[in-house]
């Protein structure tokens, strides 16, 4: 990010982003406008979820609410119970 910062002319003309990784989130969106409404970010933005048992996490880093497709996590759930494995909700 360091290198990235300072960059803040792209062609000749100044860019307004303090760093390349905006552009570059944006330059690879492939999200189509439908999809704009259920996928909230790119595949190169940054983390949501933080997975941990570690003692440091803290609840309020997962404080973004996820989406979830009820028919895909149904599945998923028949599948484990298929297989003997348990499912966190």
Not at 5 to 29: H, M, R, Y
Not at 39 to 47: D, E, G, L, Q, T
């Amino acid at each position: 990010m360091a290198l990235s910062a300072a960059s803040p002319i792209f062609k000749g003309q100044l860019s307004g982003f303090d760093t390349k990784w905006s552009v570059i989130e944006q330059s690879v969106d492939c999200r189509t406008p439908e999809e704009l409404e259920s996928i909230p970010k790119s595949r190169y933005s940054s983390v949501n979820y933080y997975i941990s048992n570690s003692k440091l996490h803290k609840p309020e880093y997962n404080d973004v609410e996820s989406i979830l497709n009820k028919d895909v996590m149904d599945y998923c759930r028949e599948e484990a119970e298929k297989a003997g494995v348990e499912v966190d909700d």
